[in-house]
């Protein structure tokens, strides 16, 4: 089970909150808001040297507030909640005989919680704004629990993220509106957890006048490995030490009424290291004050 790890919640929860807005901070008194459901189901991994293994049917599910609200035309805060997340094991039977070999387990709680603030170094309605992100992510969740002390919702540590980001948005002919973005980042982990590089991209189309939007994202993590090991380290579950991927989300939102509307997306790894080899998936609906009624 030491590699039995979860598809990286930054593919997809971490990357709305990371990315969310891009560059661009909400104005003043604006604010955008989203209620999703997260989750991903694996029975195989990428193992600390980037091969496949088979591991017990192992799954987690989150459900998540998020939140950005423009206190100036330059600050914008954000709060990402995993108000409920359970993670769960099969019952290992040996594949001959059938026999239960240990049972099946499972944990509810709260999740970590991720805190942040958003400041745009360029001014308002820049052509290429950038933009500076702190988050913090607080231990609010459980990182030993089940009765192998293999489950987990959080992973005991406080990190902290600093992040730069910058993009632009234009048109492309009459109709479509798009924008683009690129970030670089640093987490900076406590806990004994390695110190790790972040960067990505994101390229969003808008059609319908702007009601149906395609977005696209490119994410990656690399470990520093300045930690300490798996040897003495507790990592069973879902939040990993000297994880590293690469990994593509596409996700789909549309605006039902006026500033109400639905999103759905799928993430997946295609390189990684201790981190599941599975698809994520999650659903949402979100309120957008920015969108004219």
Request: hydrophobic fraction near 40%; charged fraction near 15%.
């Amino acid at each position: 089970m030491r590699y039995s790890l979860l598809l990286f919640t930054l593919l997809t929860l971490s990357t709305t909150m990371l990315h969310a807005g891009g560059p661009w901070p909400q104005a003043p008194g604006k604010a955008y808001l989203k209620l999703s459901e997260w989750w991903t189901v694996f029975d195989q991994h990428y193992t600390d040297a980037g091969l496949l293994d088979p591991n017990v049917t192992t799954g987690i599910f989150n459900t998540t507030f998020y939140a950005e609200y423009g206190i100036t035309d330059r600050f914008t805060t954000i709060i990402n909640a995993p108000l409920f997340s359970r993670n769960y094991v099969n019952n290992l039977r040996s594949t001959t005989t059938g026999e239960l070999i240990q049972s099946g387990d499972a944990v509810n709680s709260l999740g970590d919680i991720d805190l942040g603030i958003k400041y745009g170094l360029t001014k308002p309605g820049s052509k290429f704004p950038v933009a500076a992100t702190l988050i913090l992510g607080l231990p609010t969740g459980r990182s030993v629990a089940g009765i192998q002390n293999n489950l987990q919702t959080g992973d005991g540590e406080f990190n902290q993220i600093l992040q730069i980001e910058t993009g632009t948005s234009f048109q492309l002919g009459k109709k479509v509106n798009s924008y683009a973005s690129v970030y670089l980042g640093v987490n900076n982990r406590s806990n004994g957890f390695s110190e790790e590089l972040r960067y990505g991209v994101e390229w969003g189309l808008g059609l319908m006048d702007q009601r149906l939007w395609f977005i696209g994202r490119l994410n990656s993590v690399e470990s520093f490995k300045n930690g300490e090991t798996a040897a003495t380290v507790t990592s069973t579950s879902i939040f990993a030490n000297n994880t590293e991927f690469s990994g593509v989300a596409l996700e789909v939102a549309y605006y039902l009424k006026g500033r109400w509307g639905i999103s759905a997306s799928v993430a997946g790894a295609f390189r990684g290291e201790i981190i599941a080899a599975a698809p994520a998936y999650s659903v949402g609906i979100f309120y957008d004050l920015n969108k004219i009624n």
